[in-house]
């Protein structure tokens, strides 16, 4: 069975440090993998997708990026912390585009 | 970009009552999910409809996805502790899905 690792779990970082938060998936190849980004009150905002190594779709411009160096890993990343990037972020994936993603357990960024 | 509406934003019932969350769109849907979140965690797949009148049910939660394809309901029968969490409906796009705000569901004993 296919499953999905996402770590840390929590993580708490200063204003202006960089940031790696990665996601694995395992049991299946090729995936569609994404990143969401969850702030307080508010709806899941897509972040980044990719369909394959070394693609990857910006939805939202911003302090952040993402990389897929294997095909099943993927990495979001930012040289500098804004305090608006705090929130939770989910990474998930998805057999193509059009079927159920299926989600991580999140990482809970806080910027002090 | 499609937007979806849910109503109620938050829900409060009494364990055993019955419950319906509504998903609305503007526009006609190509594919809607239910997500389930507990605080802090991850999204749990419930089901995707797809065709217009479709309804699915999973143990003792239902979802219908109206003729239209514009509406979505989830209702859960004989509400537990265990189906406390925050509900989100999400709709198909073309390589991503777009998520509703959520229902946050507490269920009181």
């Known amino acids: 069975s296919q499953t999905i690792h996402q770590w840390p779990a929590t993580l708490v970082q200063p204003v202006g440090s960089p940031l790696s938060l990665e996601c694995t998936v395992e049991?299946?190849?090729?995936?569609?993998l994404y990143w969401y980004r969850q702030a307080a009150g508010r709806g899941l905002q897509l972040l980044f997708y990719?369909?394959?190594?070394?693609?990857i779709s910006s939805e939202v411009p911003q302090n952040l990026s993402a990389s897929r160096p294997q095909d099943r890993q993927f990495i979001l990343s930012s040289k500098k912390l804004l305090l608006s990037d705090s929130g939770f972020y989910l990474c998930?994936?998805?057999?193509?585009?059009?079927?159920?993603?299926?989600f991580g357990d999140g990482t809970r960024l806080s910027i002090l | 970009s499609q937007e979806l509406e849910q109503s109620p934003q938050s829900l409060i019932v009494q364990e055993g009552k019955n419950l319906t969350i509504n998903c609305t769109s503007s526009?006609?849907?190509?594919?809607l999910y239910w997500y389930k979140q507990k605080y802090g965690e991850g999204l749990i797949f419930l089901m995707m409809?797809?065709?217009?009148?479709e309804e699915k049910s999973h143990e003792k939660i239902t979802a219908k996805l109206d003729e239209k394809k514009q509406q979505s309901s989830l209702h859960i029968t004989a509400s537990q502790p265990s189906h406390a969490g925050i509900y989100l409906c999400?709709?198909?796009?073309?390589?991503?899905?777009?998520f509703g705000q959520g229902t946050r569901l507490t269920i009181n004993p």
């Open positions: 049991g299946t190849s090729n995936p569609n």
């Open positions: 999400g709709e198909q796009g073309a390589q991503k899905l777009v």
């Open positions: 409809l797809q065709k217009g009148g």
């Open positions: 990719s369909v394959g190594i070394g693609q």
């Open positions: 526009k006609t849907l190509y594919g």
């Open positions: 998930a994936w998805s057999v193509i585009a059009g079927r159920p993603q299926h």
